[in-house]
Each structure stands twice: as C-alpha cells, then as structure tokens.
C-alpha cells in the first residue's frame, strides 16, 4: 500500500522530469544546429572577406551551403526557436554570397512575412543589394541612401556605408567610393574594423597617387589596426610617400630612424631599398649601389634581394654598358625569389640582351662590306641586301634607343641605315625614329627636316599619318591610304568594280602602310571567296607576305597562299593524267 502510494505521489514529478528532458533534447538539438550553422557561416565569410575581388572559393562555397543546410532544419523541425529571424538571415546572406539571387530574395519574402516590420532594414538592405548584383546599381544606391535616414546605430550606418562604395567602385566611379569609405571610417566603432576600412582607403589612395590622402589613411591604420604587418607596411608606405613627393630630408631622417628601432626589423630589407631609391634620387649613384650590394648579401633570398639584383641589373646597363655583368644579375632575380614582381622584367631584360647580342654577332659582316665600301665609287647594297641589313641596324637602333635608354648610340645605327638602306621597306620608320629621338634632344631643326622628307617621300604611310595628326600644319602632297581605304569601304555596296579598282590604287602606291595591308588582305579574301579566281587571291595573299610578313593578315594569308597552291597543284596533277 505505501509503494502505491509513493509511487502515486511521485507521477507528476516523473512526468515532469520525462517532459522536461525532452524538452532539453529538443533544445539541444536544434542549438547544436543553429551554433553548426553560425560556426560554418563564420569561417565561409572570413574565407570570402580574404579572397575579396577573387572567386569564391570552393571551401566558401561548401561551407554557405551547410549553413543553408543547418539553418533551414531548424527553422522546419522547430518553429519554437526563438532566433528563427537570426537564422533566416544567416541563409539569406548565404544564398547571396553564393549568387543564388532568385533563393534569396524567397528567403527575405519569408522572413517578412514572419516578422512584418521588425526585419524592416534587414529586408531594405538586403534587397538593395540584390538590386545591385541584378545590373541595377542606381536603385541599389538608393535603396541604402533611404535607409541611413531611417536612423540606424553606428555599426549598421557604416556597414550600409561600406557597401554604397563597393558599388561606387565597381562602377568606376572611385572618388565617391574612397568618399563613403571614409564615412564609414569615421563613424565605425570597433579599432581593428576602422583600421582594415583606412587600409583600403590608404591601398586604393597609393594606386591612384593621391598621396596626401594615402599618408592620412595609413597613420589611421598605425593608430587602429591590430595587424602587425598591416602597422609596419603602412610605415614602410608613408616613408615611400615621403620619397615620391620629394621630401628627401624627411624620408631620409624617418628611414635611419626605423633602420636603427627593432620593432621594424621584419622589414629592414624594404627599408634598406628605400634609402638606396631615395640616393638614387639625389644622385649618389655610388651610395646607391653600395646599399644594393649590402642587401643582396645580408638578406638572400628575399623579394628585397630579388629587386636589388634587378636594380642592379640597370645600373649594369646605363652606367657601366656592361652587359654580361647585367645577364648575371637579371638571371640571379628568379633565383633570389619566385614571386619577386621583377621576375618577369627582368626575363624581358635577358631577351633584350641576347636579341641585341644576336644582331651585333650579324652586324659584323655588314660592317665589314660598309668600311670597304667607303673606298668605292659609287657602291650600292642591292635591295634584297638593303632589307636584310635595314633590320639588323633598326634592331640595334631600337634596343639602345627605346630599351637601354642609350639614344646617341641609337642614332648611329639609324645614321647607317638611312645611309646605307635607303631603298629599304624601313627606311620611312628609320626616319620617324630619328626625328623623335631629334626632339627628344631639342634639335627641333633636324626632326622637322625629316618630318618633312616623310611627307614628300613617303606620304601614303602611317609615319606620314601620325605627323599630321600630331601637327597639321604638315600638308601631305596626295591623299594617303588611309583615306583612299575608307572611301574605298564607303564605294563597296554601291560600286564594287570602282572600289576594288580603289584598293588596287592602294597597293600599287604604298608597300609600307597597315592600310596598304588590309588592302592587299581585303582584294586576296574577295578574290579567294567571292569572286572565285584562286590565281588572283594567290597573287595578293603573295603581296602580303612580301611586303607585310609582320602584319596581323601574314598568318592568315600564308595559311591560305599554302592551301590554295596545295589545291591548285592537286588540279594540275589530276588533269595531266
């Protein structure tokens, strides 16, 4: 009797106690769900936020959609959890990160429809940027304007901020995009966000040379940010500032100061480039090179090293003409580091120099004939020779000229070729050349001179073209090919026959022009396709080939000059049998 009645007493209890840990089971089931989803949501955004500009990466991906996955349990099995609003908007900015546009705007439609007014600037916000990744920047815009006068906390104002910029940037329009930059900087409370806000600020002003904005931002990022390497880069930065702007003193005094702090040691290499840029600059060419030497001894292996050796190189170039030095230590920067951003100019410079070694080993036969020719009456290249030897002493010319800065050597080989070359197809471009490299060095009377011999000899040619269109006080004795090409374009609809007569005018006249090329090119494709007289196509694809073998319609031409004689070939083969 007294176990029926303990055991009567104790029923509400044990039912209670049953209730009561189910209810914990429920609720730990559906917590350990949402704290799954807000976890994955953490570390797919902190993926994002570092690839920013680049492709969501796969990791990002997968983790967005387990956050979809977790949150949309919850908010199906348990409609008594309470952060169901927390959960909605964790798949809404989910399904946005992931493009799936269409999913979250449903998402946003369902959380209003559960909480009415009270996910109000949720759904504004949200929505805007839909509006933004539809192709409707402008209504975004708006959208999030209207929503910073609806009174929010500082942290929603500069997160609404943030992302008004974002779409300023994407649109090309980046004053208004550094503008709403700083407004979120301004007002943003957290230290380390204010920092990484005025690091894009100082990043983005640094690009775009504005450097007084630049130095502002970065000393913000020394004031707020938690990163080390953010605080010492913008140091290294601000002294880079200094030296830009001429302010030598104060980038020399800011320089010695770090170089003997402990705190910059991680960056002692970049500083130490600096000083040498910064002598450089002040012409203490040897002070330079001394400094550049010290790093690539002290600090090997390194991007600092890597650009010292590059550097270097340079100064092998433009102060000792010393080549072999130069290969040496332009091979040595990929060997110093990978990565270093003068791995491929310095694999440039390297092809320079073997191009010019090269053409100074062919030169010297030429040379040989050129010497004992000066003892000849009347001596003459033929015109095949005049074109082999022209492109010898053009690339000589350009490589010293143009490449290694070196344009009174240049002008030797272009004095050569215009002597020696001149009924070569480059002797036009040998003349423009030197009337640049004339005004370059304020002889203002030869480059008009030989401006001037363009016109009158070579009229059809683009060199004639680009003269006129820099200064049309040059009067082209005859129409030049270029024009004769577009009326010849405008004729074709209406008169074909005097248009391809207008093309043919063209290439009768001019070997050396691009319109002449698409000329040759337009008749041979007309001929080839159209008209369907291959020994006609074959004579202009052969044209070009001769006169333009470095024109963009070479390749084509030859493929089809190789076929059509191919078929043309096989014809005669079939009919002799």
Known sequence: ???????????????????????????????????????????????????????????????????????RLVIDTYPEFKLRKKALLLMVQSHYHLGELGQANSTIGEMENEFGEKVYIERAYWTSLIKWKQGKPQPAINGLNDLIQYGLNKDREAKVYLSIAEIYFE???????????????DIIQEPNEKGQIYYRIASLSFEDQDYSRA????????????????????????????????????????????????????????????????????????????????????????EASAEAFYLLGNYSI??????DAALKQFKSVERENRKSLYRQPALMRIKEIASY???????????????????????????????????????????????????????????????????????PKALYAKSIVMEAQDDSITARELKQRIMAEFPKTDYALAIIHVDDTYKPLTTTSDEQLVRAEQQWLSNPTLAIDGYKEIISKDTVSEASAKAAYFLAY????????PDSALKYYDWILKYHIESDQALPSEKRFVFLNKILADTTASNDH
């Open 171 to 185: 649109q090309g329009m980046e004053l208004e995009s550094m503008d709403y930059l700083e407004k979120a900087a």
């Open 526 to 533: 007309q001929y080839d396709y159209h008209l369907i007289q």
């Open 318 to 323: 433009s102060q000792d003409w010393n080549l």
């Open 215 to 302: 130095v502002s931002a970065y000393k913000q990022v020394i004031k707020n940010s938690q990163s080390k390497k953010q605080i010492q880069e913008s140091h290294l930065k601000t002294v880079q500032i200094y030296r830009l702007k001429g302010d030598m003193d104060l980038a020399g005094i800011t320089i010695k100061n770090m170089l003997l702090n402990e705190d910059y040691k991680s960056i002692y290499p970049s500083l130490e480039l600096e000083l040498s840029k910064l002598y450089e600059m002040q012409n203490m060419l040897p002070e330079s090179i001394n400094r550049l030497e010290t790093i690539v001894q002290d600090y090997p292996k390194t």
């Open 1 to 71: 009797m007294d176990k029926i009645r303990i055991y009567t007493s104790l029923r509400p209890f044990l039912l209670f106690a049953t209730i009561l840990v189910m209810s914990c089971a429920n609720f730990k089931a559906y917590f350990n769900s949402f704290y799954n989803a807000e976890e994955y949501f953490k570390k797919a955004e902190k993926v994002r936020l570092e690839n920013r500009g680049d492709i969501l990466p796969q990791s990002a991906i997968k983790d967005y959609k387990k956050v979809i996955d977790k949150s």
């Open 357 to 427: 070694t090269q053409s100074k080993l062919d030169f010297i036969p030429w040379e040989s004939r050129i010497v004992s020719s000066d003892t000849m009456t009347n001596f003459q290249f033929t015109v095949i020779e005049q074109n082999e030897l022209a492109k010898i002493l053009y690339s000589l010319n350009e490589l010293e000229s143009f490449h290694f800065n070196r344009s009174d050597s240049g002008l030797i080989y272009l004095d050569l070729l215009i002597q020696y070359a001149d009924q070569s197809k480059l002797l």
